[in-house]
């Protein structure tokens, strides 16, 4: 799987949009880009996921680049629930049994 | 419906001492991953089961293994406890092997003292 490389942390004031890049400049054609976060003390939580073109769902927003080399999760209203550790992670989907491989992570913190 | 379930939560055993943990996926979910989450290591990968077949293993001592039951339930069990074995273990279930997304549960918080 492709390596992925995301700042170690961000802010974002409450009520902005955040927006979290991630750099996967090796990933091949056959590479799904993900996003999970994990808030303090839980599980991570699946966000949203996409090949090459936009995806949008009730959480997020997913921008990848045209030449996939990089992508942004967009959180459109950010809330001090939304602080976390948010993985990028890049890898085949269907069909293979490749488990997630979760790197350091971007810790947002939204601040009041 | 109900998420996944790990028991128990906590955990305090000693060096030497072995551990059995489990985990009850989602309903209907038949492929089950487990995790370790240390500070110094973050996210590592364990391995998957899926119809009680292990399908990927990380790379883990042979103290590490699992089972899977024919319910999908799932159990591991490190055996020898070594301090560095202290972490969060995560298990993560999903429809079937390597699906999209992977829905986790709160995790089993392991002491080795």
């Known amino acids: 799987d492709a390596k992925t490389t995301q700042p170690p942390s961000m802010d974002c004031a409450e009520g902005r949009a955040a927006n979290l890049p991630c750099n996967h400049s090796t990933i091949s054609g056959n590479e799904y880009v993900y996003w999970y976060r994990q808030i303090h003390s839980q599980g991570p939580q699946y966000i949203i996921h996409g090949l090459k073109n936009n995806e949008t769902n009730e959480m997020a927003s997913l921008i990848i680049t045209e030449d996939r080399k990089s992508s942004t999760l967009i959180l459109p209203h950010a809330t001090l629930r939304d602080t976390a550790v948010y993985y990028c992670i890049v890898r085949v989907s269907l069909g293979s049994a490749r488990q997630l491989t979760f790197g350091s992570g971007t810790q947002l913190t939204v601040l009041p | 419906k109900a998420g996944v379930t790990q028991t128990p939560r906590y955990l305090i055993k000693t060096r030497g001492q072995q551990v059995t943990l489990s985990c009850s996926p989602i309903?209907?979910?038949?492929?089950v991953s487990w995790y370790q989450q240390t500070p110094g290591q973050g996210l590592q990968f364990l391995f998957e089961y899926f119809s009680e077949t292990q399908r990927n293993k990380g790379n883990f001592p042979g103290r590490f293994s699992g089972r899977q039951f024919s319910n999908s339930r799932s159990e591991m069990n490190v055996s020898t406890l070594e301090l560095g074995d202290s972490a969060l273990y995560l298990c993560?279930?999903?429809?079937?092997?390597?699906?999209?997304?992977?829905?986790f549960g709160p995790g089993t918080r392991l002491t080795v003292l």
């Open positions: 993560a279930s999903s429809l079937v092997a390597s699906y999209n997304e992977q829905f």
């Open positions: 309903s209907g979910h038949r492929s």
